[in-house]
């Protein structure tokens, strides 16, 4: 039997404008569903590993219209648990050229916020199981979900289950005093850190001060000596930072650095992609998901970042939360075909 892979956290009903318009000119909202953990476990699934995500959803027709979009996609919801009364919800008005996107959070009191220690086995969720994935946002949502997060990390170690942490810091959701008070001692049970230029600061107040992503610049030498400190100073097995460059809301570039204890004794950089833009959001989860799935599958971790930069990458492509794309298909643009030629 295939171990399972766990990802933990919320999954939320996205109300986005049509095309480019703004929230105060938009007479409807396009809906679907997404979430950090709940897209990389979209993801995984897709990939073929098998996907389990685990959080709490309410028990009316919302909270079951996000469980049915998640089986859309072969997720596993044994753990599911259902409950609360409400789904949270963000808006999204995705920008263009010099306009940033904006996103609009409503998810106070969330049915996953609300969820009690006593509401998942964790014991139970992690047998059979050889990855747990979370990102900062889950700890974000409060206090009952920063327990979830401890208990759960402290049972996959008990348990050798490799854990991986996608830092993610949101500011709407909390200060950087705060973030680093949660963070810094989860990563006792983080194995594999993933972040960005921004979340390394923030997170866990570790900076690169010659570094400037509003203007489209990246000290690459700067950030190479950062996934060095986190390595040394949290003892992580691999640290993986993307690196985006926002020349404008429509146009970024795009790449990745790891560190690991194997091949990556040195800083590795992959290739970089110059992406026009579609929809960034969900690029991050991509990321994690593609290099969870390389380093369980590939023979080498440089294959495993070539792979996730390059996932990552098409996932910018494509409308939604989840990255839709086959393992063949990044495979493809790893080996160099990014001419967007048609396909007949």
Same mark, same amino acid.
């Given at each position: 039997?295939?171990?399972?892979?766990?990802?933990?956290?919320?999954?939320?009903?996205?109300?986005?404008?049509?095309?480019?318009?703004?929230?105060?000119?938009?007479?409807?909202?396009?809906?679907?569903?997404?979430?950090?953990?709940?897209?990389?476990?979209?993801?995984?699934?897709?990939?073929?590993?098998? #996907?389990?995500?685990?959080?709490?959803?309410?028990?009316?027709?919302?909270?079951?219209?996000?469980?049915?979009?998640?089986?859309?996609?072969?997720?596993?919801?044994?753990?599911?648990?259902?409950?609360?009364?409400?789904?949270?919800?963000?808006?999204?008005?995705?920008?263009?050229?010099?306009? #940033?996107?904006?996103?609009?959070?409503?998810?106070?009191?969330?049915?996953?916020?609300?969820?009690?220690?006593?509401?998942?086995?964790?014991?139970?969720?992690?047998?059979?199981?050889?990855?747990?994935?979370?990102?900062?946002?889950?700890?974000?949502?409060?206090?009952?979900?920063?327990?979830?997060?401890?208990?759960?990390?402290?049972?996959?170690?008990?348990?050798?289950?490799?854990?991986?942490?996608?830092?993610?810091?949101?500011?709407?959701?909390?200060?950087?005093?705060?973030?680093?008070?949660?963070?810094?001692?989860?990563?006792?049970?983080?194995?594999?850190?993933?972040?960005?230029?921004?979340?390394?600061?923030? #997170?866990?107040?570790?900076?690169?001060?010659?570094?400037?992503?509003?203007?489209?610049?990246?000290?690459?030498?700067?950030?190479?000596?950062?996934?060095?400190?986190?390595?040394?100073?949290?003892?992580?097995?691999?640290?993986?930072?993307?690196?985006?460059?926002?020349?404008?809301?429509?146009?970024?570039?795009?790449?990745?650095?790891?560190?690991?204890?194997?091949?990556?004794?040195?800083?590795?950089?992959?290739?970089?992609?110059?992406?026009?833009?579609?929809?960034?959001?969900?690029?991050?989860?991509?990321?994690?998901?593609?290099?969870?799935?390389?380093?369980?599958?590939?023979?080498?971790?440089?294959?495993?970042?070539?792979?996730?930069?390059?996932?990552?990458?098409?996932?910018?492509?494509?409308?939604?939360?989840?990255?839709?794309?086959?393992?063949?298909?990044?495979?493809?643009?790893?080996?160099?075909?990014?001419?967007?030629?048609?396909?007949?």
């Amino acid at each position: 039997m295939n171990k399972k892979v766990v990802t933990f956290g919320e999954i939320m009903l996205r109300l986005s404008t049509p095309g480019f318009s703004r929230f105060v000119q938009s007479q409807y909202f396009n809906a679907t569903y997404g979430g950090g953990e709940a897209n990389v476990a979209v993801s995984l699934a897709n990939y073929g590993l098998n #996907s389990y995500f685990v959080t709490k959803l309410p028990k009316h027709e919302i909270g079951q219209a996000a469980l049915n979009h998640l089986r859309r996609y072969n997720i596993k919801d044994d753990y599911i648990v259902r409950g609360g009364d409400r789904i949270g919800i963000y808006f999204l008005e995705t920008g263009a050229s010099q306009r #940033s996107s904006k996103v609009i959070y409503d998810r106070a009191n969330a049915a996953i916020s609300t969820a009690g220690t006593n509401e998942f086995n964790w014991g139970k969720i992690f047998a059979n199981t050889n990855w747990f994935h979370w990102s900062g946002i889950t700890p974000a949502l409060g206090v009952n979900t920063q327990r979830l997060v401890f208990e759960a990390c402290k049972v996959a170690k008990e348990m050798d289950v490799t854990v991986s942490c996608d830092l993610n810091f949101r500011n709407k959701l909390w200060t950087e005093k705060e973030a680093q008070s949660v963070m810094i001692p989860l990563m006792e049970y983080v194995d594999i850190c993933i972040g960005n230029e921004e979340d390394a600061d923030k #997170s866990l107040g570790i900076k690169n001060p010659k570094s400037n992503v509003l203007e489209g610049q990246l000290d690459e030498a700067g950030y190479a000596e950062i996934t060095k400190i986190l390595k040394e100073q949290f003892a992580f097995q691999a640290v993986a930072i993307t690196l985006r460059e926002s020349f404008s809301a429509s146009r970024n570039g795009w790449s990745a650095m790891l560190l690991d204890n194997k091949e990556c004794k040195q800083v590795y950089q992959s290739k970089k992609y110059d992406i026009q833009i579609v929809d960034r959001v969900g690029g991050g989860d991509a990321f994690a998901s593609a290099l969870i799935y390389g380093i369980i599958k590939k023979s080498n971790t440089k294959d495993a970042l070539e792979f996730a930069v390059a996932a990552s990458c098409l996932k910018q492509t494509i409308p939604g939360d989840f990255n839709l794309v086959t393992v063949e298909e990044v495979e493809k643009l790893v080996k160099g075909n990014g001419s967007g030629r048609v396909e007949r």
